[in-house]
C-alpha cells in the first residue's frame, strides 16, 4: 500500500506570512499532485509534478509555487498568506498520470486569519 | 458550467437500505473514478471504471459513456458508509482528473 504522509496536519497562519506544506509519499510513483478541497468546489488541482525537478500548472495556481525535491518530496509554498487561501489541502501520488489509483495523504488544514 | 455534476448533494438512510448515488458529465470521458471521503479526513480510491460495471463487496460501479453518466451502488448500508463519495472524470487530452462536488452520504443506526 502507497503512503503518503502530510505535514504540518493543522496550521494557522497571518495575513502575510510563509507557509510550507510538506508531502512525502513512500511509493516511488512518478506523479505527487497538490489539491485544495474547499466546500462547494470540490477538490482543485493547484500544481503537479511528474518527477524531480519538474513542476507543471494546475488549475488554481494563483498565490502557490511548489517544488519537487526528489522523487518522493514535494512541497507547497505559499510566500504571502491571505485569507482566501485558508482551505484544506491534499497531497496524492500516482504511478502514471493516467489509469492509475490517486492514494492521498490525510490532508494539511490552514487558517490564515 | 460545470463539467462534472453529482446528485444528491446529500443522502440519509437507514442502516440496511441501499444507496445509488449518480454522476454525469458533459465532457469527453477517458475514464471515471470513484473514492470515498471519510468524515474530515483522507481519500480513498473505490473504483476506476472507464466503462461498464464493476463490482467491490456491497459497492458496484457503472459507468455507460454514451449516457454521459456513472453510478455507484451500495447495498445493504452500513453506518460505516457514512462519509462524502467523490467521482472524478479523467478527460482531455493532460488526463487530469475532473471533480464532482461530492454526495455526503450518512447512514443512521
Known amino acids: 500500500e502507497a503512503a503518503v504522509t502530510q505535514s504540518p496536519r493543522n496550521k494557522v497562519t497571518v495575513t502575510g506570512g510563509n507557509v510550507t506544506l510538506s508531502c512525502r509519499q513512500t511509493?516511488?510513483?512518478?506523479?505527487m499532485y497538490w489539491y485544495r478541497q474547499d466546500t462547494g468546489h470540490g477538490l482543485r488541482l493547484i500544481h503537479y509534478?511528474?518527477?524531480?525537478?519538474?513542476?507543471q500548472i494546475g488549475d488554481v495556481p494563483d498565490g502557490y509555487k511548489a517544488t519537487r525535491t526528489t522523487q518522493e518530496d514535494f512541497f507547497l509554498l505559499l510566500e504571502l498568506a491571505s485569507p482566501s487561501q485558508t482551505s484544506l489541502y491534499f497531497c496524492?501520488?500516482?504511478?502514471?498520470?493516467?489509469?492509475?489509483?490517486?492514494?492521498f495523504g490525510e490532508g494539511s488544514r490552514l487558517i490564515v486569519v | 458550467g460545470q463539467q462534472v455534476q453529482q446528485s444528491p448533494a446529500s443522502l440519509v438512510l437507514q442502516e440496511g437500505e441501499n444507496a445509488e448515488l449518480q454522476c454525469n458529465f458533459s465532457?469527453?470521458?477517458?475514464?471515471m473514478q470513484w473514492f470515498y471521503q471519510r468524515p474530515g479526513g483522507s481519500l480513498v480510491s473505490l473504483f476506476y471504471?472507464?466503462?461498464?460495471?464493476k463490482h467491490s463487496g456491497r459497492l458496484t460501479s457503472t459507468t455507460v459513456i454514451k449516457e454521459r453518466r456513472s453510478s455507484l451502488h451500495i447495498s445493504s448500508s452500513q453506518t460505516t458508509d457514512s462519509g462524502t463519495y467523490l467521482c472524478?472524470?479523467?478527460?482531455?487530452?493532460?488526463?487530469?482528473?475532473?471533480w464532482g462536488s461530492g454526495t455526503k452520504l450518512i447512514i443512521k443506526p
Open positions: 471504471n472507464p466503462s461498464g460495471t
Open positions: 465532457t469527453s470521458l477517458n475514464s
Open positions: 472524478a472524470l479523467e478527460g482531455g487530452s493532460n488526463y487530469q482528473l475532473i
Open positions: 496524492a501520488s500516482s504511478e502514471t498520470v493516467s489509469g492509475n489509483t490517486l492514494y
Open positions: 509534478s511528474y518527477g524531480a525537478g519538474n513542476l
Open positions: 511509493n516511488s510513483h512518478n506523479y
